[in-house]
């Protein structure tokens, strides 16, 4: 069970993406969140204040379609960084 809270909150919105058709830019935040040592805004995240740029928080992807609902651990177990959800 995952507790990369980026990967955690890609699978929800893969949900409610299936459900609702979101915006384009629903993710953003989970790009940013992802890519916060290079984000995609150009935005300098230095919550320490110390000029230290912050790291990446954790990994993003959305699934491979709605039916199979597969990330890349589950397509590529030798490569794949995704979080493998739980199905119950």
């Known amino acids: 069970m995952s507790q990369d809270t980026v990967a955690i909150d890609s699978v929800g919105l893969d949900f409610i993406n299936m459900e609702h058709t979101l915006w384009n830019n629903a993710d953003n935040y989970l790009h940013e969140m992802a890519q ?3 984000p995609p805004s150009g935005t300098f995240y230095d919550p320490e204040g110390d ?3 912050m790291q990446s928080l ?3 992807e959305h699934w491979n379609n709605a039916s199979d609902k597969k990330y890349s651990r589950n397509l ?7 979080s493998s959800p739980l199905w119950m």
């Open 36 to 38: 916060a040592d290079d």
């Open 51 to 53: 000029g230290v740029r």
């Open 58 to 60: 954790g990994v993003h």
């Open 76 to 82: 590529e177990p030798e490569t794949g960084s995704s």
